[in-house]
């Protein structure tokens, strides 16, 4: 038998991820599907969010359930310590009412109910989230945040971006979207017309959104990530590893990576975005955060010169409460009212400002062992378990431009985040010997049949070396 051609190859690898992804829906968990339109109220009013949230908990804990599961809590104990560690200080606001309770509601989502629903039931509410946006811009509702900014919203090209009604900043919901069509790519294969319909509805608004509120990365994450893990399934057992890792120290090495690669860079967004004017010199600079980074770090490295402010940082707003957002400010006052509250447009360096050293490590290790745990379990959940590798990975490459997973910002995405890593806590209904764990890895699964369905795995344990 001859080789295959490359492009051949290509397609049978395409072919055999598809057939893999074409399983039964996961169930419908209704409490799960509502939570990102809970997170959008916050944009509105913290009150009506925080009664919608203890409500949501009330049922969650008030509905029997037959499933029981135990949790192996390590990775979302940690993302607890690094956020109280930032939402305690300066004073106690309605952000910690509304992370405790979205801690109570996830513990008791994880013990109920299998992690491929929570994982499906909550992209398909960000679908609803974003349809939410759309239909609401078009019917003439505003977000509360264009108040902070200064004249139209425009990108360096002169395109107008949007931002949408339930986005407190012109980058949530388009981050929101790149989730969404990263984690749909693979669960839109699974049967059933009826919520197939309805996920290209929401994929429809997601690509609105990102188009229209102009958010480069999140559209860069939208559309070569899922693809580079559907024809390069391997991919998904370290990508988030690596993403991880480069994310936690991303201000530091990311303006020289870009440098190196921006004609590729330049040609691709060109290409993916074509009705926007794309500049040589705003990809260079990352649109100017570059410098914010710098000047943030060396603020950093020169003045912030307190034993306790290195380990522990300066609480909510550690840019403006260090003293830091002084140094970039004034890069800011054209576009935003407020240009000494600007975040630092980067989640892990914002997180060293408001939790120092001791924040920013307890974050990075919690989602490092999280993605680890996902990769780890992706064969057990099937569809789910890409989509949720997915979509952790955009969160995070999203997390380099802006501070969607930040603590202190408290924003739709690191909600999302706090998901995530509270369903990789989920103890697997059995644990497979690691040399069978390594065949599953290995071999695509072609059976049409979730994880949940498929025959137990031969003994082949003693045939391996």
Known sequence: MGELSKTDAVA?????????????????DWIVLLLPTVFAIRTFSTTA??????????????????????????????????????????????????????????????MTINAGAIIASLVDGAGIYLALNVISYAAGLRSPGAADRIGDIRDSGGTLRILFP????????????????????????????????????????????????????????????????????????????????????????LPALVALVQPALLAFLSFIAPERTTRAADVGTLNNRSIIWRKSTEYWMNWVDSEFNWLFGFGQQGQYRSGASMSYAQALSSTVRHPE??????????????????????????ILWATIRLSRYRTRWGAAGLAAIVAMVTLLLNSMTQVTIAPGSSQDS????????????????????????????????????SSASSPPPPDVSKEIV
């Open 341 to 366: 509250l600007a975040s630092m447009h980067n989640s892990f360096l914002q997180q060293l400002f408001d939790g120092g050293i001791v924040g920013w490590l307890l974050l990075t290790v919690a």
């Open 49 to 110: 969010a925080l009664l919608a949230l203890g409500l949501l908990g009330f049922a969650a804990y008030a509905r029997k359930s037959d499933l029981t599961r135990t949790i192996q809590a390590g990775p979302f104990l940690l993302l607890i310590g690094s956020t109280l560690l930032v939402l305690t200080r300066p004073e106690p606001k309605g952000d910690l009412l509304f992370f405790l309770l979205l801690v109570a509601l996830v513990v008791r989502l994880v």
């Open 12 to 28: 049978t690898r395409f072919a055999r991820s598809r057939e893999g992804l074409l399983t039964s829906a996961e169930p419908v």
């Open 414 to 449: 690191f909600w999302l985040l706090v998901v995530l890593i509270g369903v990789a806590c989920q103890s697997p209904p059995d644990e497979l010997p690691e040399t069978v764990r390594e065949l599953e890895f290995a071999e695509p699964n072609t059976t049409g049949l």
């Open 166 to 253: 339930f986005s407190p900043s012109l980058e949530i919901a388009p981050t929101i979207a790149s989730v969404y069509i990263g984690a749909t790519a693979f669960l839109i294969f699974q049967r059933g017309w009826t919520r197939r319909s309805l996920r290209l509805a929401g994929l429809a608004a997601a690509f609105a959104v990102i188009v229209q509120g102009g958010n480069r990365t999140a559209l860069f994450a939208a559309v070569a990530l899922p693809v580079a893990v559907i024809f390069f399934p391997f991919i998904a057992r370290w990508v988030g590893i690596v993403v991880t890792v480069f994310a936690s120290i991303s201000a530091l090495v």
